[in-house]
């Protein structure tokens, strides 16, 4: 286990404070739009984390616990109210490619956090990602991995379904949007079933588009 001298900590928490502010920005009543750069400002604590060693399969997992606080807050002080989402997967998509650049720089400055059999990382292409199948890993931080990764994507998607119910979208905009998707089924099927990665994914797929069907309209329909 990861010891923190008196300096990671005051570091830790002043990341972890900075997150909260942003996190609760209303109550300050300024500008409302600076609350979406608390899907960014998560990525401080949780990258100083793996910089210090810490399990990544827990430090992403913390990562996606508070991605969640920041979407069931603008679920419940944003949509609700104003049922706008695009400011929210807006910030979220660009919190997530963040990371993703992140992943591939950070390591190659802490060579530590490079794949060695110890802290559970694997490279696919340029990124270094978390191994959940690496031997050794931590069975419980395995498990909310899943859970919280799951949970997150219901919370994107959840919203969005609900922002486009009853909208004119075009058959080829369905397409792109299960397209958006495939990604996102991709990796819930990795995550819990690698055998059947791609029959669960397609399988995903076709409910979506079934689902989009469902709740929207072609604008063509007969009156």
């Not at 679920?75 to 591939?104: G, H, P, W």
């Not at 490279?123 to 931080?141: M, R």
Request: aromatic share 20%; glycine share 4%; hydrophobic share 60%.
């Amino acid at each position: 286990m990861t010891t923190l001298d008196l300096n990671s900590w005051i570091f830790l928490i002043t990341f972890f404070l900075i997150f909260g502010i942003f996190l609760f920005f209303d109550v300050f009543k300024r500008n409302e739009r600076y609350r979406y750069l608390a899907y960014l400002v998560a990525l401080l604590p949780i990258n100083y984390l793996w910089l210090l060693g810490f399990d990544i399969i827990l430090t992403y997992s913390v990562l996606f616990g508070l991605w969640i606080l920041c979407i069931f807050r603008d679920i419940v002080l944003v949509y609700r109210k104003t049922k706008e989402y695009n400011d929210i997967f807006m910030f979220f998509i660009l919190a997530v490619i963040v990371q993703i650049v992140a992943s591939s720089i950070i390591p190659e400055i802490a060579f530590y956090l490079k794949p060695n059999g110890a802290n559970f990382t694997s490279k696919l292409w340029f990124f270094y990602l978390p191994d959940i199948y690496a031997a050794g890993v931590v069975t419980e931080f395995v498990l909310a991995f899943r859970l919280l990764m799951t949970t997150l994507l219901i919370f994107i998607m959840g919203p969005l379904l609900l922002d486009i119910k009853g909208e004119d979208i075009p058959f080829p905009v369905l397409l792109v949007i299960v397209a958006i998707f495939f990604i996102p089924f991709l990796l819930l099927s990795y995550i819990w079933v690698p055998e059947a990665i791609w029959v669960l994914s397609f399988l995903f797929c076709v409910i979506l588009f079934i689902v989009l069907l469902i709740i929207t309209k072609s604008g063509k329909e007969v009156k």
